[in-house]
């Protein structure tokens, strides 16, 4: 579809117009993956976390971020620096 030049202009035409919103769909990007993570963390049991290398701790330390940094890139470094300890 974008090989028609219709489409080339149009879609030249939206990303001036949209890059304004980037930080703001950034943040709400963040924002979802955090719902996501509350949603199926949180749920958790703490055996069942550690099963997978985290503690409760983790997660509401990832929670808790500031908005510009990545909670499941934290949650990820967690896990690793607990399994590197086996």
């Known amino acids: 579809m974008?090989?028609?030049?219709?489409?080339?202009?149009?879609?030249?035409?939206?990303?001036?117009?949209?890059?304004?919103?980037?930080?703001?769909?950034?943040?709400?990007?963040?924002?979802?993956?955090?719902?996501?993570?509350?949603?199926?963390?949180?749920?958790?049991?703490?055996?069942n976390l550690r099963d997978i290398g985290l503690i409760p701790h983790d997660v509401e330390g990832a929670l808790y971020l500031p908005m510009n940094l990545c909670a499941s890139d934290y949650l990820a470094r967690a896990a690793e620096k607990e399994a590197a300890k086996w």
């Open 2 to 47: 974008l090989n028609h030049p219709a489409a080339k202009s149009a879609f030249s035409i939206l990303i001036p117009l949209l890059k304004p919103f980037a930080p703001a769909l950034l943040l709400l990007d963040e924002a979802i993956s955090r719902r996501r993570i509350r949603r199926s963390y949180g749920r958790m049991s703490d055996a």
